[in-house]
């Protein structure tokens, strides 16, 4: 796993300003020269916007027009402020704030509290589910797990749109937001969650940020004091600023002007968290005079990919779309990317499984000699992943799951970390470190006596997981040896606390197993698109023309994470012998080989999996109630427009919700693994009387027919359901 601008060696400091526009192309310096006014920098995927935008602070700190200490650059992410804070260390601007808009605020309204307030600032509430729940609870209300992580994604959303507990019905209709519960139900566990913080001193992350800028509004005395302190801004991910965060930037800010942002619109994927490209897109009409600079040359990805990625564009529409850049490509040609078709899921993991072996086989022997590291299978949700750690782990392929524990908090990292300071403590003291070659060498001495061994055990899991986390640390000191052949193993020591400060992490050996959402900002050799279905992406619950779009978006991030390999796959059924009822996803039509409409040229080719040939074709639904054709997944399940009548039996389907909780908990399986919303809803609304009847319904296959039928059909009878043993299943759940 590389990041898109994360550097894998220790480059020489630059010797002058001018040295620190070495190597920068026309437009990446005109951004890093534009020092004065307001400066909005539009920047395509792998076109070098943290390289720009890291130059520019170093060239005006170098140049003398910034001091470092007057400079807060701020990003979204622990790791991208720690990156940015490790790019500019490099670049010899050491002393400039790189942070959070989180962790930026948080320091100031710790800091100025007690004189804003008095006495000690509030506890931070780290986890908000728990407290989540028991607020619900008060209010007579169950949730389910997943439902709970809903509600608690409504009041954060709530919060940074400054929406208060009774604005938030109001609220979810003027954005035409679809909310996971009745609007009034969630208004009142917001209530009483804000009350259970009240009631035990405690604040959460968007409390941080809200009272941050009460603070700063209320007190001109201490905003005078915080914009003394900060002249110069940077806003990286600019497209992701939510108004809460731009009604605290523009207080940072006052009257003045030196700002720079930086964004693309096409990369906007998290608008459910208040997340707004109009900050970004309207910069120059709030800026008049400011100086517009885009990015289009694409560093990262070869003309093949650029290709797809610009094509998977041409096809949108909406605000966003009307910005797009089309990407110029500066790599050499690559191979096309490939698009395959399998049976069911069970087979595309085999067969990604398969291909990405064939990639990490050396190049003497026929295969691309890839890394593991430089390989990632991105989904669309972080269910999907299993099936293919299952597949990785069966190839005996090394692999790891993004958005597990952070590196540096691992139980062998900080281990290592105690064990080499009291190496360099000791130094040639140590009989273990004095006899060792080089820096590497003395790191791989002191981590053989925590259980390290230069060579790997054998299979997967927790075992080599660990020892893949050792082993970066050796090849970390390895380039940072090379860097600077005189450094002892103290300074390799202050490196690596550097580093975890900044939460900026070496690369760890294993294919990188993520979703779309938190691959972003990251970029491999070979990346592997799966689960491209209607239904998953676009996700079934997306429905509005704005929602398609952002799922557009989402592929589009995919798309440009590869920098020569880039595979797009999608399986017919979720389990062998399923039904192939299961259509490629819209956004591919015109961009895969045979399908139709589009702008873009299909490259490659399409790989078609074992059963994939020989399927029964399945002719077009149409709505029961008006009679038009249906293509939305929802609307296909249903079998009726979204804006047709619903005949719904609302008791059966509260009967059918309950029924499927208690299922699913003698299952041990999440709710939507019995059936998903919408399945029950088509259910509720035909109100089946047999098998046949109840065996039309998507959604309800074969397996889910002999598994819950008659439970079901009980159901739809007003019966009792009938006493069944329990039983556990190990189908793919059904999304």
Known sequence: MTSATQPTSFPQVPSSADAVLDGLDPEQR?????????????????????????????????????????????????RAAGEMRGRLRQLGAAGVQARTFHSAALRQLQYFWPKAVG???????????????????????????????????EIEWAKVTQSTPEDYPAAVAKHGREAPRDPAEIARIYATYEQLKRDRGTIDFEDVLLLTVGILTDRPDIAEVVRGQYQHFTVDEYQDVSPLQQRLLTLWL???????VVGDASQTIYSFTGATPDHLLDFRTRHPDATLVKLVRDYRSTPQVVHLANGLLNQASGRAAEHRLELVSQ?????????????????????????????LTPVAQGGAGLAASEIAVLFRVNAQSEIYEQALADADVPYQVRGAERFFDRPEIRQAGLALRGAARAGDNDASVADADGLAGQVGAVLAGTGWTPEPPAGSGATRDRWESLRSLVRLAEDFGRARPEASLGDFVAELDERAAAQHAPTVEGVTLASLHTAKGLEWDAV????????????????????????????????????????????????????AGRRPSRFLDGLRPGSSAGTGRAGGGVERGAGARGRKPRGPVTCRVCGRTLTEAVDVKLRRCEDCPST?????????????????????????????????MAIAEDVPSSETELSRISGVGAHKLRQFGADVLALCAGEPVPATPGETSQETPEK
Do not use: N
């Open 331 to 359: 790599r050499p040609a690559g191979p096309e990317p490939q698009f395959s078709e399998h049976a069911d899921e069970p087979a595309e993991a085999e067969a990604t499984a398969r291909r990405i072996k064939e990639l």
């Open 528 to 579: 592997f698109l799966v689960g491209l279905t209607d239904g998953m992406l676009p996700i079934t619950y997306a429905k509005s023309r704005e929602q398609i779009e952002e799922e557009r978006r989402l592929l589009y991030v995919g798309v440009t994470r590869a920098r020569v390999h880039l595979s797009l796959s999608w399986a017919l059924a979720r389990s062998p012998g399923g039904r």
């Open 30 to 78: 005109a951004v890093a020269t534009t020092l004065h006014g307001p400066v909005c920098v539009l920047a395509g995927a792998g076109t070098g916007k943290t390289r720009a935008i890291t130059h520019r602070i170093a060239y005006g700190v170098r140049s003398g027009v910034f001091r470092p200490a007057t400079v807060l650059a701020v990003t979204f992410t622990q």
């Open 648 to 680: 719904m039996d609302e008791a059966l389907y509260e009967r059918l919700r309950e029924w499927r909780i208690e299922r699913a908990r003698e299952l041990g399986r999440p709710a939507y693994a019995v059936f998903t919303d919408v399945t029950l």
């Open 119 to 153: 006495g000690e600032p509030p506890r931070l509430l780290e986890r908000k589910l728990s407290l989540v729940a028991e607020a619900a609870a008060r209010g007579r209300l169950r949730l389910e797990r997943a439902e709970l992580r809903d509600v608690t994604g």
């Open 254 to 260: 006052g009257d003045r002007d030196s700002l720079c």
